[in-house]
């Protein structure tokens, strides 16, 4: 019975809740690393299936991996809600679609990127149990590439300067004695076409309607 007395003392024992009043604060800074898997989604064109591309059989995004990092400001709405906003974002992209041809050779098309990507977002928190809190966070951001495409040919599939996404994801807070550490998983999806149209038409455009880029990352935070 004393055993179990002590043991249940133990577990009611008081937890020291780290950063309090860092969490109160208006204004608050972090940078974040991110690491993402990355593709293309891609709707057909009328003219896929007309005599015009009778030597392509199909147009197949291929899945690539990248890296990201960036620079963050999180504006304190109340002890739930808070703007979070990316003011530098640089991510680097490798693209590859694969269009199969009816002589059997796959063509592939690589695509080198390296973008900025500004953004701004809500994040909603979980009430802070101990040291620990869930959110969930949505926004829009924008990418802009920078400098000049790196296409396997310049006669190939070209994709536009700018993409406009909107975002949404989940994660967690773990609040530590010099610093808070967030990771968290979110997914974008693009808007707009970013399939640049040339003139005129080749095979690498002429059967794509829409291409929008799918994005899943995996983020590691850190704040004051």
């Given at each position: 019975?004393?055993?179990?007395?002590?043991?249940?003392?133990?577990?009611?024992?008081?937890?020291?809740?780290?950063?309090?009043?860092?969490?109160?604060?208006?204004?608050?800074?972090?940078f974040f690393?991110?690491?993402?898997?990355?593709?293309?989604?891609?709707?057909?064109?009328?003219?896929?299936?007309?005599?015009?591309?009778?030597?392509?059989?199909?147009?197949?995004?291929?899945?690539?991996?990248?890296?990201?990092?960036?620079?963050?400001l999180n504006?304190?709405?109340?002890?739930?809600?808070?703007?979070?906003?990316?003011?530098?974002?640089?991510?680097?992209?490798?693209?590859?679609?694969?269009?199969?041809?009816?002589?059997?050779?796959?063509?592939?098309?690589?695509?080198?990127?390296?973008?900025?990507?500004?953004?701004?977002?809500?994040?909603?928190?979980?009430?802070?149990?101990?040291?620990?809190?869930?959110?969930?966070?949505?926004?829009?951001?924008?990418?802009?590439?920078?400098?000049?495409?790196?296409?396997?040919?310049?006669?190939?599939?070209?994709?536009?300067?700018?993409?406009?996404?909107?975002?949404?994801?989940?994660?967690?807070?773990?609040?530590?004695?010099?610093?808070?550490?967030?990771?968290?998983?979110?997914?974008?999806?693009?808007?707009?076409?970013?399939?640049?149209?040339?003139?005129?038409?080749?095979?690498?455009?002429?059967?794509?309607?829409?291409?929008?880029?799918?994005?899943?990352?995996?983020?590691?935070?850190?704040?004051?």
């Open positions: 019975m004393l055993l179990a007395g002590h043991w249940a003392l133990a577990q009611k024992a008081p937890v020291t809740q780290f950063r309090i009043e860092q969490d109160r604060k208006p204004l608050k800074y972090g690393l991110g690491f993402h898997q990355n593709s293309y989604g891609v709707k057909h064109s009328a003219a896929f299936e007309t005599p015009a591309l009778d030597d392509l059989l199909a147009i197949n995004p291929r899945q690539n991996v990248g890296f990201n990092l960036g620079f963050m504006f304190r709405v109340n002890d739930q809600f808070s703007w979070r906003v990316i003011p530098v974002k640089i991510a680097l992209y490798q693209n590859e679609v694969d269009y199969h041809l009816a002589t059997g050779e796959i063509d592939t098309q690589l695509i080198e990127t390296t973008r900025i990507e500004p953004g701004i977002f809500m994040k909603y928190r979980s009430i802070r149990r101990a040291n620990s809190r869930m959110y969930v966070i949505g926004g829009v951001s924008a990418s802009m590439r920078s400098g000049k495409p790196k296409e396997t040919d310049t006669g190939g599939l070209l994709i536009k300067k700018l993409d406009v996404r909107a975002e949404i994801g989940i994660g967690l807070e773990k609040y530590f004695k010099f610093f808070k550490w967030s990771p968290e998983i979110r997914y974008s999806r693009g808007l707009i076409n970013v399939a640049e149209a040339q003139n005129p038409q080749t095979i690498y455009t002429l059967g794509i309607d829409r291409l929008v880029t799918h994005t899943f990352t995996f983020y590691l935070h850190f704040s004051d």
